[in-house]
């Protein structure tokens, strides 16, 4: 990992590759030599992943580089930036560089290119429905629903799901509309269930709780409460409105929030903090478990049969469509026919699909877990009951997000700052690197304001708001860390079959685009897609996508005609990276 100076503007059948692992890859690669000998990215990408598995390597940027002014994303960077997530355990040990097979199958029915919350998901609602019964058998290698997950990295949800602030919280308010609102609410609602239901709460850490949006200026607690205000009839008791005139739901005011300094707040009923790695590794294994992968294949090979294969450490180059409108998938290790994709790739999206580069930007977020303050008398430490964001209009306006982990660590994981990074991070997709500039003011600018972190809340007033920057106290950081989002034009996500016109055709889905908010939208997006695949819906529940985030040519059409490019938007004041839907709403009250 770099620190970047920057500024504002299993299974039995688990194959765990020992210390010959990357001459392994390097020879496997050679199935695909024509791809990776005219592939200047796959190159790049292997010599970083040389060098970042080099013990005696020192931490360096990667080596993959693209034309940033194209604004296609690369391949994932090959020595990423420490998340807080991604410490080392018994489970990332067991994933680690988890090859279902020694060998890549040479075919597969479904291919999922990508092992973040909207891959796992993905993949078990097809094998919860399909029970592994595969409804066109060309290409599936036992006759049966088999699933293939390509990960380019050695950790699967080592992407944005694995690097991200950790929270699960439904936008209701600012949502671009009811319907959107609504899904929101139905993925959340959905995920507790999951984590009841399969007794694992304690084991990913879902803890529920209200969150409370801070508006710190006043212009956008004006808009905030305008959009409050217009709220329909079911969504509107999902929030309270406090400020100087109004309590909360139980008589809660801003210093009972943490947030004196605020002009007001927003508190919504319906959110949770959870390790968002460890719910995705437990949907893996799980699905290991469940489904293997039979036999060490067809003809004395080791690619095996059937089931559910997780491919680590195999990035994809390119996809090329065949004449029976099935996929050849090309990777660094070899060819795989398939009878559809889903492309569960967030940010990256464009590294396959360049045709969705302006649709789909990737932009770096930035986290840091800081240890908090201790009370000097007691040497306690404030125990949080809420998340939190933190939003304003200001010279560098602020969209920050947080939640504590659990006592007596108590870390606090603050993440956003984006009007600190350099271009706000917007056509950024390696996570290699930690700008300065931001790092530090994620360690300056939380307590005492606008968060109070007093173990007994008697600590900053709304008089010790600061006139010029924020004179508080700097926090110690135990990671430091970025991620990379997938921004969409129109801030919705993109869920669909590709068209043509995308560089798509029949049997090629994807799911992304969560501008920075994922983890109440992938899941259920991720049911969506099986449903269009399989034909037949997953539960009798009424659930339906929201039609604002149905890929179709008419809504390429319309965003590319009526809305701006994210590199136009960002030269807008107020932009935020992390939390647009917010201040886009404030704005168009305005």
């Not at 529920?208 to 006043?218: G, I, P, R, S």
């Not at 982990?405 to 993440?415: S, V």
């Not at 920057?469 to 989002?485: D, F, K, P, S, V």
């Amino acid at each position: 990992m770099t620190i970047r100076e920057g500024g504002p503007g299993g299974g039995a059948d688990h194959h765990m590759p020992n210390s010959s692992h990357h001459d392994d890859l390097d020879r496997a690669a050679q199935q695909a030599q024509q791809e990776a000998n005219t592939n200047t990215t796959y190159q790049q990408w292997q010599n970083g992943l040389n060098h970042a598995t080099n013990r005696s390597a020192t931490a360096t940027t990667s080596n993959i580089d693209s034309d940033p002014s194209s604004g296609q994303a690369g391949l994932p960077s090959t020595n990423p930036s420490a998340s807080y997530w991604l410490q080392p355990s018994d489970i990332s040990q067991t994933l680690e560089d988890y090859r279902s097979t020694p060998d890549l199958p040479q075919s597969a029915d479904t291919v999922i290119v990508g092992s973040g919350i909207t891959g796992a998901f993905a993949a078990w609602f097809l094998l919860e429905q399909t029970g592994g019964r595969a409804k066109d058998v060309s290409y599936s290698s036992s006759g049966g629903g088999d699933i293939l997950m390509l990960e380019a990295r050695r950790q699967p949800c080592s992407g944005a799901t694995g690097r991200n602030g950790g929270h699960c919280q439904p936008f209701v308010y600012s949502a671009s509309t009811p319907s959107i609102a609504e899904f929101e609410l139905a993925t959340f609602q959905f995920l507790k269930a999951f984590v009841e239901e399969h007794g694992i709460a304690g084991a990913v850490d879902w803890r529920n709780l209200k969150t409370v949006h801070a508006f710190l200026t006043e212009e956008v607690w004006e808009g905030a409460k305008g959009l409050v205000e217009k709220l329909p009839e079911g969504l509107r008791d999902q929030v309270d409105l406090v400020d100087e005139t109004r309590k909360g739901e139980k008589g809660e005011t801003l210093r009972d929030l943490r947030v004196p300094g605020a002009k007001g707040a927003v508190v919504q009923k319906h959110a949770a903090s959870l390790w968002p790695w460890k719910l995705v590794a437990w949907v893996l294994q799980r699905l290991l478990e469940r489904f293997p992968v039979k036999g060490e294949g067809r003809n004395g090979t080791g690619e095996g049969s059937g089931g559910f294969n997780l491919q680590t450490n195999t990035p994809v180059l390119r996809l090329d469509k065949l004449g029976d409108g099935k996929w050849t998938v090309i990777t660094s290790r070899g060819h795989i026919k398939a009878n559809r994709v889903l492309l569960a790739m967030n940010g990256y999206t464009s590294n396959l699909l360049p045709e969705m580069k302006d649709l789909i930007v990737p932009v770096r977020s930035q986290v840091a877990s800081l240890r908090p303050p201790k009370d000097a008398a007691s040497g306690k430490v404030a125990e949080l009951d809420y998340s939190y964001a933190f939003i304003s209009e200001e010279k560098f306006p602020r969209d920050e997000y947080l939640h504590q982990r659990p006592l007596p660590g108590g870390e606090l994981i603050y993440g956003g700052a984006r009007s600190h990074a350099e271009n706000k991070a917007v056509g950024v997709w390696q996570d290699d690197e930690v700008e300065r500039g931001v790092a530090t003011y994620l360690r300056q600018n939380l307590a005492p304001y606008p968060l109070d972190l007093t173990p007994d809340k008697t600590g900053s007033t709304p008089t010790d708001t600061p006139t010029e920057g924020n004179e508080t106290t700097e926090l110690e950081a135990t990671h430091q860390w970025t991620g990379i989002m997938g921004f969409s034009r129109d801030a919705n996500p993109w869920v669909g079959r590709v068209p043509e016109s995308l560089g798509g055709g029949e049997n090629l889905y994807m799911c992304a685009g969560y501008t920075g908010h994922g983890m109440p939208q992938a899941a259920l997006a991720a049911r969506m897609i099986v449903e269009e695949i399989t034909g037949k819906p997953f539960a009798d529940d009424g659930l339906k996508l929201p039609q604002e985030m149905v890929l179709t040519e008419e809504r390429v059409r319309r965003v590319r005609e009526n809305t701006k490019t994210l590199e136009e938007q960002q030269q807008a004041p107020g932009w935020s990276a992390t939390m647009p839907q917010l201040l886009a709403a404030t704005e168009r009250r305005t």
